[in-house]
């Protein structure tokens, strides 16, 4: 039910920014976490630590937004051919 509410609104924001050509560097930003790796002997080594990289939220969605969209295109318009 959100789905249907937000929708709308979603793909007018999506459409701002494809016929404006401006994708906002919010967007294209992470945020990444380092965490230290347990148990390790020597934390001078890059190998000693995990990195996490947040994405977007707002990307994430819009990615798969248009993905659907270009999925549906290729379908409709029989774009791959298989053999």
Do not use: H, P, Q
Not at 22 to 46: A, P, Q
């Amino acid at each position: 039910m959100v789905a249907l509410v937000i929708i709308k609104d979603l793909a007018e924001v999506a459409s701002r920014y494809f016929t404006s050509k401006i994708i906002l560097k919010r967007l294209k930003e992470f945020i990444t976490i380092v965490l230290r790796k347990e148990g390790k002997k020597n934390y001078s080594f890059l190998s000693s630590y995990r990195l996490i990289t947040f994405k977007n939220t707002l990307a994430k969605v819009l990615e798969k937004y248009i993905a659907n969209i270009i999925f549906k295109a290729v379908e409709k318009y029989r774009l791959l051919f298989w053999n």
